[in-house]
């Protein structure tokens, strides 16, 4: 770990070793596993259609659909076959410069705890379901998988110079809340889009979020939404698209530029935009979460 790299101020459990991970995955009970197969149901309602293609050959080819929730021994022994990833267990909240780590070695951290029936609808927390289901089928596209080992070893980068939060914003709009152009039609490959039923036909949808081409600079310069649906979503056109545009590009240069705290507003549409949709943002307007307003 360079000397130069600030790591955050978290206490790690006294079980854990410097790399955090859990010495097994949790043992689930019947209750854990239903509440996974009804989890998996529910998006098999709405993702077909929405969802990128690769991302639902991926939970073909992992069989993530199996019953109860998945083995990380076994997935990730299917994984290392395809594009020599592994899932691997952690705490709710592991320090950046672990998680980057792990992601520059090819090991995905996934949280071990499932949510309950409480909080069936909406966590914030990412639970094992928005781990290894929204995350974990992705990694089984090779270039993919290399966009995200290249944005794990970027992250200590980031960490040096100061601008892990635009390096998060990237995170936030691509991998969480991507959306690819497939077929003339917009699908999701984002896993904060993917493991929700809502926001699977908001993004893709709606009338009311932005829908914008993705160009770095910008997106690094861009707010976001922690806890209701994002007003914008960025589009690729390809993985190959996504890999070229970030990884094949100058990040010194890049966080040189770029001021400390974001430029753009998470609604903003400004004049360098390749407009998909324009949205309405009537959602937000209306108050979005918690006012009743729909997500339209
Ligand atoms: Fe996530």
Redesign the pocket.
């Known amino acids: 770990m360079p000397a130069d790299v600030f790591t955050a101020p978290l206490k790690k459990p006294d079980h854990l070793g410097d790399d955090w991970l859990e010495p097994e995955q949790t043992h689930y009970d019947t209750e854990d596993d239903a509440i996974w197969d009804d989890l998996f149901a529910r998006q098999m309602g709405v993702l077909p259609g929405r969802a990128a293609s690769a991302f639902l050959a991926g939970l073909e080819k992992l069989d993530l659909g199996r019953g109860g929730v998945p083995e990380f021994k076994a997935i990730s022994e299917e994984l290392d076959r395809m594009t020599g990833w592994s899932v691997v267990p952690v705490p709710m909240l592991i320090p950046d410069h672990v998680f980057f780590w792990h992601l520059a070695n090819r090991r995905f951290p996934a949280g071990n705890f499932i949510r309950t029936r409480e909080t069936f609808d909406y966590i914030q927390e990412?639970d094992v379901f928005?781990?290894v289901f929204?995350?974990v089928p992705m990694l089984t596209d090779p270039v993919y998988a290399d966009y995200m080992q290249e944005y794990g070893k970027a992250g200590w980068k980031a960490m040096r110079y100061n601008r892990l939060k635009a390096l998060g914003a990237l995170y936030w709009y691509t991998?969480?809340f991507g959306l690819i152009q497939e077929e003339g039609e917009i699908r999701a490959y984002g896993?904060?889009i993917l493991s929700g039923p809502t926001e699977a036909v908001f993004a893709t949808e709606a009338e009311s979020p932005n829908r914008i081409m993705l160009n770095v600079d910008r997106v690094m310069r861009t707010d976001y939404v922690i806890s209701d649906l994002q007003p914008t979503y960025f589009v690729i056109e390809s993985y190959e698209d996504l890999y070229r545009k970030t990884v094949e590009r100058d990040f010194d240069r890049l966080y040189r530029s770029l001021s400390p705290s974001f430029t753009y507003a998470n609604s903003a549409v400004i004049d360098v935009d390749n407009v998909v949709h324009l949205g309405t943002q009537e959602y937000l307007l209306r108050g979005g979460r918690g006012s009743g307003a729909k997500p339209v």
């Open positions: 990412p928005h781990d929204g995350h991998v969480e896993a904060g």
